[in-house]
């Protein structure tokens, strides 16, 4: 089986609009969504096989897909003659094309079903399955609690005096 992309859900995202972080032409390619549980592990995206729920991305092509996959299994701490071990595994997954309700085949990397248990208890679960969306929040709520916690040691100041 012919697998022509890669299915980027967390810091992936992010990580592949840099171009000169690989030796090979990536491009983001159009919104795709798959089942699965993400959550954040100390600000890490990690993807679990859930059928209940879903998880939102993007498509990757390459110019160099092989390439690319080699980076990326170096980049997630994926060995494939050793996946128990791995950080992560990559694995073909179904994702649905938003724009046009099909179902493809493509690469994903998902934590190995023996970390479920501890990520599950440590992690937090975002559960709007879109990683760039709950980090913009997160970053909005951290900014937010930052402005407050000024303003009262301004009055606290004020009161002071």
Same mark, same amino acid.
Request: hydrophobic share 35%.
């Given at each position: 089986? $012919?697998?022509?992309?890669?299915? &980027?859900?967390?810091? +992936? !995202?992010?990580?592949? *609009?840099?171009? =000169? /972080?690989?030796? &090979?032409?990536? +491009?983001?390619?159009?919104?795709?969504? /798959? #089942?699965?549980? %993400?959550?954040?592990?100390?600000?890490?995206?990690?993807?679990?096989?859930?059928?209940?729920?879903?998880?939102?991305?993007?498509?990757?092509?390459? #110019?160099? %897909?092989? *390439?690319?996959?080699?980076?990326?299994?170096?980049?997630?701490?994926?060995?494939?003659?050793?996946?128990?071990?791995?950080?992560?595994?990559?694995?073909? @997954? $179904?994702?649905? &094309?938003? *724009? +046009?309700?099909?179902?493809?085949?493509?690469?994903?990397?998902?934590?190995?079903?023996? !970390? !479920?248990?501890?990520?599950?208890?440590?992690?937090? +679960?975002?559960?709007?399955? =879109?990683? %760039?969306?709950?980090?913009?929040? @997160?970053?909005?709520?951290?900014?937010? =609690? $930052?402005?407050?916690?000024?303003?009262?040691?301004? !009055? =606290?100041?004020?009161?002071? $005096?």
């Amino acid at each position: 089986m $012919k697998l022509d992309f890669l299915f &980027v859900y967390g810091k +992936l !995202r992010e990580h592949y *609009t840099f171009e =000169d /972080t690989f030796d &090979v032409l990536s +491009l983001i390619t159009i919104p795709v969504s /798959t #089942t699965g549980k %993400l959550y954040d592990l100390d600000d890490e995206a990690i993807l679990f096989e859930d059928e209940s729920s879903t998880v939102y991305g993007n498509l990757l092509s390459s #110019t160099n %897909l092989k *390439t690319l996959l080699r980076h990326t299994d170096a980049y997630m701490g994926y060995n494939e003659n050793d996946t128990e071990n791995s950080r992560y595994v990559r694995v073909v @997954k $179904k994702v649905t &094309v938003e *724009t +046009l309700g099909e179902e493809i085949n493509v690469w994903c990397y998902i934590i190995p079903s023996s !970390r !479920r248990y501890n990520i599950e208890k440590k992690g937090i +679960l975002v559960e709007n399955g =879109d990683w %760039l969306k709950y980090i913009k929040e @997160k970053k909005l709520k951290k900014l937010d =609690d $930052k402005t407050n916690l000024d303003s009262k040691n301004i !009055r =606290d100041i004020n009161a002071e $005096k």
